[in-house]
Antibody, heavy 120, light 111 residues
Framework: QVHLVESGGGQVKPGGSLRLSCAASGFIFSGYYMSWIRQAPGKGLEWISYISGSNDTIYYADSVKGRITVSRDNAKNSLYLQMNALRPDDTAIYYC?????????????WGQGTLVTVSS | QSVLTQPPSVSGAPGQRVSISCTGSISNIGAPYDVHWYQQLPGTAPRLLIYNNIYRPSGVPDRFSASKSGTSASLAISGLQAGDEAEYYCQSYDENLIGWVFGGGTKVNVL
């Protein structure tokens, strides 16, 4: 069955960097579109990045554009999120999420999330 | 401020029916892009509850139903149970933002 496991979260100081990883299993990773969605403590869901299966289409939310880079290694069944210039309002649980396509497709499978805390 | 608007909370007694509205605009729900709904139980990751406006994934009880009209959508829960206490989010795609948008979430309270 589909399994998504995030790692790499932790506490970091403002201005610092962090790289999140998501290990995927149970499906042909290269055939699916992946997103990162985050949730600040006590707040709602916010989509922040998307990458197509073939790496040729990438989108970012305006709130993080210029500070994050999404990538994937289909040979390793892994998704990554490089986050730089972190701010306290980046504190959130970050979810790795799979969808069948871009646009209209739902976020069908979610990982359990990894917590990023930005604090001095 | 979320792009899609949901009421912060709704309440109902066990067995009752509650509904949650989700209001968007012509650049998302009204474009028309599909609406999807997610249930987030306390302390867990969201799970897909309704996709493509009206369809339930395997394993979701038929007590959950949804509809869409114009720039709005709604989720209904009938035969409310204690286990339905959760946060519910609507989601769509926005062609102006070139990204995916969520409602702010609605907490369902079972009295």
């Amino acid at each position: 069955q589909v399994h998504l496991v995030e790692s790499g979260g932790g506490q970091v100081k403002p201005g610092g960097s962090l790289r999140l990883s998501c290990a995927a299993s149970g499906f042909i990773f290269s055939g699916y579109y992946m997103s990162w969605i985050r949730q600040a403590p006590g707040k709602g869901l916010e989509w922040i990045s998307y990458i197509s299966g073939s790496n040729d289409t990438i989108y970012y939310a305006d709130s993080v554009k210029g500070r994050i880079t999404v990538s994937r290694d289909n040979a390793k069944n892994s998704l990554y999120l490089q986050m730089n210039a972190l701010r306290p309002d980046d504190t959130a649980i970050y979810y790795c999420v799979r969808s069948d396509c871009g646009g209209d497709c739902p976020f069908e499978y979610w990982g359990q999330g990894t917590l990023v805390t930005v604090s001095s | 401020q979320s792009v899609l608007t949901q009421p912060p909370s709704v309440s109902g007694a066990p067995g009752q029916r509650v509904s949650i509205s989700c209001t968007g605009s012509i650049s998302n729900i009204g474009a028309p892009y599909d609406v999807h709904w997610y249930q987030q139980l306390p302390g867990t990751a969201p799970r897909l509850l309704i996709y493509n406006n009206i369809y339930r994934p395997s394993g979701v009880p038929d007590r959950f139903s949804a509809s869409k009209s114009g720039t709005s959508a709604s989720l209904a829960i009938s035969g409310l149970q204690a286990g339905d206490e959760a946060e519910y989010y609507c989601q769509s795609y926005d062609e102006n933002l070139i990204g995916w948008v969520f409602g702010g979430g609605t907490k369902v309270n079972v009295l």
